[in-house]
């Protein structure tokens, strides 16, 4: 069984201009949720997407959407990017919710 | 105050032996659950053990066991036989639910060294 990819592996950007990251979850998977890790800040739980819908969100602001597709693939957007946005972001799968997760091997975005 | 409490910055343990990992919670939810992760040096996060904070028994999942004292909001991971592939940043993490809305936060992590 294929394990949880994310594309880009890296990306470089500059401040105000937008990313999408894409994560594909474990086949079957319906849940996906997205974190973002920095030295500052640790490990940050962003939001959760279960068929098509946000289900769960942390405290981040509106710049950081998602959404998820019906094939549970799921895309994270991160508008007008900021150089405190520098991080890695790490999509997880599971079957529902957050027991069991399953990470990808992250995004590394860096912004200028 | 924080969530998820991680005391230990770093910790040594010597091949084969024991090592305690110190996890301190704090939450007003009556149903909860906490997590420990693992990260190598690699990156990818690797998912250890769950308890449920209804669950009365321990979690055990081989190696790797969850000390859950309720009352101290204590969850602490116990892993038996180190290993030198045991060396990785440890992260416990907690589920609860606030707003209508889960959440996961993670504590600051702790990097364990095994030594041969």
């Known amino acids: 069984k294929a394990g949880v990819t994310q594309t880009p592996r890296y990306l470089i950007k500059t401040r105000g201009q937008q990313v999408t990251l894409s994560c594909s979850p474990i086949?079957?998977?319906?849940?996906v949720s997205w974190y973002q890790q920095t030295p500052g800040q640790g490990l940050q739980f962003l939001f959760e997407?279960?068929?098509?819908?946000?289900?769960n969100k942390g405290n981040f602001p509106g710049r950081f959407s998602g959404r998820q597709f019906s094939n549970s693939r799921s895309e994270m957007n991160v508008s007008t990017l900021e150089l405190g946005d520098s991080a890695l972001y790490l999509c997880?799968?599971?079957?529902?919710?957050?027991?069991?997760?399953?990470f990808g091997p992250g995004t590394r975005l860096t912004v200028l | 105050a924080q969530k998820i409490t991680q005391t230990q910055p770093g910790m040594f343990v010597q091949e084969k032996e024991a090592v305690t990992l110190d996890c301190t919670y704090d939450?007003?939810?009556?149903?909860?659950?906490l997590f420990w992760y693992k990260q190598p040096s690699s990156g990818e996060m690797i998912f250890l053990i769950y308890?449920?904070?209804?669950?009365?028994q321990n979690a055990t999942e081989g190696r790797y066991s969850l000390n859950f004292q309720k009352a101290r909001k204590s969850a602490n991971l116990v892993i038996s036989a180190s290993q030198l592939g045991d060396s990785a940043m440890y992260f416990c993490?907690?589920?609860?639910?606030?707003?209508?809305?889960?959440?996961?936060?993670f504590g600051t992590g702790t990097k364990l060294q095994v030594i041969p």
């Open positions: 993490a907690m589920r609860e639910e606030s707003g209508g809305y889960q959440k996961v936060t």
């Open positions: 086949s079957g998977h319906r849940s």
């Open positions: 997880a799968s599971s079957l529902g919710g957050f027991n069991e997760q399953f």
């Open positions: 308890q449920g904070s209804y669950d009365e």
């Open positions: 997407y279960f068929s098509e819908t946000q289900r």
């Open positions: 939450t007003s939810d009556q149903s909860y659950g």
